[in-house]
Each structure stands twice: as C-alpha cells, then as structure tokens.
C-alpha cells in the first residue's frame, strides 16, 4: 500500500476514537472447531482430533472492523465457516444480538444467513462460471424472496452493481469476461444483496494484484460508511489489516493469543507472537528499517492435531520458560500492565507479556 | 467512520468512484483535474478487455439464463444446425420408413441373392435376396431407438445414481458406488447371453433396458466425479452460505458444471449401444427377425464382406451418420454451455 499522507493518519486517528462500545452484535465464547481423525474402513474409530479453532472468544461490535490475522494454518478460515454456520461448532457459542447462533438450523438459520454475510478469499472460484452477472447478484433475492419483490430485483441487481462500482448493464456478461478486482466487486455486491449487519472478509483481497487492492479495501471502507456494517476482516497482510481495523486479533494454532484496538497490538504488542509477527512486516523506508530488529522464529507451527502442552507458542518462542509448558496462560490483561493506563493493557495470552515497540521505528504505519 | 466524509475534498463527485478517490482524494496538494485524471485511469466500470462487440441496449437491459444464452448460440452455430437436419431427418425415416420407400425389407428374392446395386434397387441385395436400400431405411427405427433410448436411459440413471452418492457422499455414495462395482463387473456380452436368453420375448425395449441396466455405472462413475469436483468448489459454498437449499445447489450450481464430461461420454456411448445392440443380436440373444435393424444386417453382412462388400457399407455407412450427428449434437451443446468458450 502507498506511503501513508498526513490527512490519511489524521482520518486514522479519528476513527480510532469514535469506536462506540454499544451492545456488541456479535459475541463469540469458546468457540471450539475439531475435526476428527478416524481409523479404520468399516467401524471408524476415532484416534484423535485437529484443533482447528480450540476456544476463540471474542466480540464484534456494530459499524466496527475487527481484524484477524495469524499465518497459514491458524484456524482463521475455519473460524470464518464455523460463525457462518458452514461448518458446526464442536463446542462453545455465538452469540448474535444475544441468540446463540451456532445450533440453529432450518429456517431460522436462513433467516440468520440475511444478516451475516461472507466474501470469499479468491474471486475465481467463488463466482459460477456459468451464472451470469445478473443471476449471481440476483441469486439472494431468489433465495430470499422477501427482501426484494420479482419486479424490483433487476433494479436491485443494477443498483448493487453500481454501489460497488460496476457498469449496470454488465448483468448479462458472465465472470470470466471480469478481472479479478471486477469479480471482487462482484462477489461483495452478492455479499451486500440482503443488506446484512456482518460481513465476514476471508482473506478478500489475497489474490487480487497489490494495486487492485486498495481499490477492492476502499470499496469495503466505503460500504462500510454507507450501511453501517460490521466486517470481520480475515488476511495476512498485516499492513491491510492495520489499515482497515478498529481492533485487531491475532491467532496462533486455533487460539486467540492477542486482541486490542489497532493501535494497541501494532505500537504496543505484548504478546511475543504478535511482536514476531509485525517484525515480519517490510519496511518501505530505509532509514526505519536499520533501527529495527527482527524476530526470527524458529521451526514450523505444530500439528494442531497434537499442539504442545501449555502455551501453545512456548516451541518457538524467544521467552519461553518452564512454566510455559505446564500453565496454560489466559486470554487476559497480563497482570503487569493491570490498573495501569497503558496501550499495553490489552488482552494477550502470555505469562511475560512486554511491551515492545516493533514497528515504531517506521512511524507507525507499514 | 462517517466522521471520514468531512475530510473528503468537496470537489470530487460523490458517485461510483468514491472508494477510488479516497485513495487519492486526501491529498489536498492534487488538484481537480489531477484526481479526475487518475480516476479516469483507474475506473472500472469500463473494462477495456472485456470484448467490445456490439449490443443493443435491449440486450444490456434484459437479463438472460444460461439457457437462453447457450439456446442463442446454438442457434448460430453450424454444427448444432448439420447435426441437428440429420437427427430430425433420421427420426422422420425411423417414424415413418414408408415415405421414403415403396418395397417391404421382408419381400425378398432368392435369385437375386447378393447382387450389386442396380436400377430401383440402389443400394444392391443381400444374402436372403432383400432390397438393403428397405432394409437400411426399415432398420432405422430399431437401431435408432435403442441407441437414443438406452443413451438416455443411462445418462439419466446414471447421473442421478452418481450425482446424488458425489454430492452427498457418506454411506450413500459406499452403497452406489459398491453397486456400480458390482454391474460394472458382469461382462456385457456374458451377461446378454445369461439375461437375455431367459427371456422369452425379446422386443426392442427388452434389449433397451437391459443395456441401460448394464450401461449405468459408467455415467454414474463420471457424474460422481464430476458433482465431486463442483460441490467443492467455492461458489457452491458461497450459495450455501446465502442460504440455498440442497435442491438449488444441485440444479444451479452444481449440474451445470458437471454436465460437459456426462454429454461427451453419453454422445460416444450411443454409437457403443447401437453396435452392441448389433452384437447382442449376432449372438441371438438381441432383436430377432422379423425385426429389421442394422445390426441384425451388419452382423450378417460381416461374413460375406469379400463377396458383396455393398451389403456391410450402406446399413455401417448409416450407423456412422448416425452416430455423427449424435456426437456433434452432444459437442455443440457442451459448448453452448461454457460461457468461456463464446
């Protein structure tokens, strides 16, 4: 993304502020996704499980974004299917506007499905390439007939179209005649069709050229001021996810390990997964970046099928003592920052949680 | 966030660009006509690669179907137009063989057993002494019918069989697929000489049933493979996600990407049948005479190729426009149906 302009840090800093914390829309507590390990043809015998996600709370407030970010294989996509009702939840529960939403089925799962939304990581795939346009962005309203009357929905369709920044007389062309940021678009205008609350963005912009993706990040910005939505923003690109976020969560082996306001994790991040993580970020200006020091983890994520005792970080981890393989430390205010008024006093899973400043050094923004 | 609007230079228009001008629009060094060049650059909502050929403003305005659009393109297509005179042109002779012509296939004469075309006779004798021009015309009701009969017949059970144990997987799809095992391991033609000569009356629909009986696992097999790769396909969970059922992912999402690999395998599948029908007939468990078919006269024909050649080359000539004309109906419709290839 481009260097940032002075009027961009400034708009930054006043949505940070106006962060209201209402009612949150939707709250997750424990919410655990294991898939079982069988053996055998005829009688299956379960010999274990994958945690993929292994007790994930949090919560997600009206109008905000909440970022999570964490490398390949930390459960973030799994997370996205199981609040999206794909997936069931082995345990725990989310909470929407207060009804659990995870053991529904039926008609009240649909009924669900208007309000929570998803876009999809990878714009090829998640287009029929033999629906057009049209059918693809009318394809809620048949689904939902209610929302919209037969005779207004090619007007629906057309508006959806131009809301997201397409030529409304594109309904009769079919995907592959889009490039990939148009396909994009067209994915988030079938994602706004039944005007939901939440949208949940995997990975939206990962497979889209870095100059489409500001366009595609601007776009869900701008719908976002327009409907008042909710995203839970899912990607790997920490810069993306520092641009578009009020807070930001940070996952490491189907458990939430740090979650704070943006500014809290990427000036302030305890957690040494987090600080291993923003160290990873490249840093556009040279002078910045010989001042700063990089984390370098070592060895490869574990199996979530067997992750390790304790902390589940502790086998790459640069602090990790003997009391990190027996007590499991909790999604908490570590207790040094407590009482304190610190941006450091955030929710972070580890026993030696310090504040360190990683990316300050780049002024604040990747 | 709607704290952002204020900061917004009052000069850029609020419209479709709005999300590309706030990538620019806060840098108040720019001016006007600097933001308005860059939005130009970068405006989507004219794409320049999609192609540029000319559409009427009706059409841009109604929305169409697959199917209209795939029906359109056949329509224009000189393949689908050949194939499909001669399929309309080989059903009217099945319907109605006495308009095209006069003899019966059944009057035959000894003395001119296996004699050459000749003036009224064009397509020569056979063996028993029969005019081959009746017979070919006459045997097209047979061999048409169980090649397009057992065709659908497998096509349909087969994708139905295949496509619900790929979609839904589970001990539905052990059990279908277990029992497509078990059918593909009777050899056809052992297993027309055990069925087949149990059975009294072999009528045509006696031989079309056991062919699709026999014939289904192979469409199944490719049907599940086919509904397999599309149901994991991201589109498909995107439709679920909005809240589609079972019914509409399967025939909106789901059967239109699996149909290409079932209407190839299908088209060459009939020719299969309509020379099986032949073989099941040459070992006399298929149609018997009085039926006329071609097979029943290929077979026989086989035999003394050396000496009247004619006889084997009008009724196997027939069979292969036959089986053309179905195999390029079958390819004009695969490609109909795949936007990418218009």
Not at chain 2, 191 to 210: N, Q, T
Not at chain 2, 215 to 241: K, N
Request: negative net charge.
């Amino acid at each position: 993304m481009a260097e940032p302009t002075a009027p961009e840090v400034a708009i930054e800093a006043v949505m940070d502020k106006q962060v209201e914390r209402g009612e949150p829309i939707l709250q997750v507590r424990n919410l655990e996704k294991h898939f079982p390990l069988t053996q055998g043809i005829l009688i299956k015998k379960q010999i274990g499980a994958v945690k993929a996600v292994d007790g994930v709370s949090f919560d997600l407030y009206q109008g905000e974004t909440l970022g999570i970010v964490g490398e390949s294989g930390c459960g973030k996509s799994t997370l996205a299917k199981v609040l999206m009702n794909l997936e069931t939840a082995t345990s725990g529960e989310v909470l929407y506007k207060g009804e659990d939403i995870s053991k529904v089925s039926g008609r009240a799962l649909k009924a669900i499905r208007r309000n929570i939304q998803m876009v999809f990581q990878d714009p090829y795939t998640s287009l029929n390439p033999r629906m057009t346009v049209g059918d693809i962005i009318g394809e809620p309203y048949e689904i939902h007939p209610e929302v919209a009357p037969k005779s207004d929905r090619r007007k629906a369709v057309q508006d959806l179209l131009d809301v997201v920044g397409l030529n409304p007389e594109y309904i009769n062309r079919y995907p592959h005649q889009f490039s990939g940021g148009q396909r994009q678009r067209i994915g988030i205008a079938r994602g706004l069709a039944l005007k939901p609350e939440i949208i949940i963005c995997d990975e939206p912009v990962s497979a889209l050229d870095v100059s489409v993706q500001a366009q595609v990040i601007n776009l869900l910005e701008k719908l976002q001021d327009e409907f008042n939505l909710s995203y839970m923003f899912i990607a790997h690109d920490l810069s993306i996810v520092r641009h578009i976020s009020d807070r930001v969560g940070v996952m490491y082996l189907g458990k939430m390990v740090e979650i704070g306001s943006d500014e809290e994790i990427y000036e302030h991040p305890t957690h040494p997964y987090t600080q291993a993580l923003l160290s990873a970020v490249p840093v556009p200006d040279p002078e910045g970046r010989e001042g700063r020091e990089r984390i370098i983890l070592a060895g490869d994520i574990p199996s979530p099928a067997n992750p390790p005792s304790g902390c589940r970080f502790r086998t790459r981890c640069f602090k990790a003592q003997e009391k990190c393989a027996i007590e499991e430390p909790l999604l908490a205010i570590p207790q040094v920052f407590s009482g304190q008024d610190t941006p450091a006093a955030h929710e972070s899973a580890c026993h030696f949680a310090e504040d360190v400043d990683i990316v300050g050094a780049t002024n604040g923004e990747a | 966030m709607p704290d952002q609007q204020p900061n917004k230079p009052n000069g850029v228009p609020d419209d479709a660009n709005t999300e590309l001008s706030s990538a620019f629009a806060q840098t108040p060094t720019l001016g006007a006509m600097e933001v308005e060049g860059m939005l130009e650059k970068e405006d989507l909502t004219h794409a320049p690669e999609v192609s540029t050929e000319a559409v009427g403003l009706a059409d841009r305005e109604v929305p169409r179907s697959l199917w209209q659009d795939a029906w359109r393109e056949l329509r224009r297509n000189p393949i689908f137009i050949i194939s499909g005179i001669l399929i309309i042109f080989l059903i009217i002779v099945a319907i109605f063989p006495g308009l095209f012509d006069s003899t019966s296939p059944l009057q035959c004469d000894l003395s001119k057993s296996q004699q050459g075309p000749t003036s009224g006779h064009p397509f020569g004798f056979d063996t028993q002494g029969c005019d081959v021009y009746a017979r070919t015309i006459y045997g097209a009701r047979a061999s048409i019918t169980v090649g397009v009969f057992a065709t659908l017949g497998t096509a349909l059970l087969g994708t139905l069989l295949g496509g619900l144990a790929g979609f839904f997987g589970g001990w539905l799809d052990a059990v279908v697929s277990r029992i497509a095992d078990i059918f593909f391991g009777i050899p056809i033609l052992l297993g027309g000489l055990v069925f087949l000569s149990v059975i009294p009356s072999r009528s045509i629909w006696i031989v079309v049933a056991f062919i699709v009986v026999l014939g289904w696992p192979q469409l199944a097999r490719i049907a599940r493979g086919a509904v397999i790769t599309a149901r994991q396909q991201d589109y498909v969970t995107a439709a679920r996600a909005l809240g589609a059922g079972n019914a509409r992912l399967m025939l909106r999402h789901i059967l239109p990407n699996s149909l290409a690999p079932i209407i190839v395998v299908a088209t060459i599948a009939l020719g299969t049948y309509i020379s099986l029908e032949a073989t099941l007939s040459y070992l006399g468990v298929g149609l018997k005479p009085p039926t006329v078919s071609w097979g029943i006269d290929i077979s026989a024909a086989a035999d003394t190729f050396r000496n009247a050649p004619h006889m084997l080359l009008f009724p196997a000539g027939a069979l292969c426009i036959t089986i053309l004309a179905f195999i390029m109906l079958g390819d004009a419709v695969r490609d109909a149906l795949d936007p990418k290839l218009r």
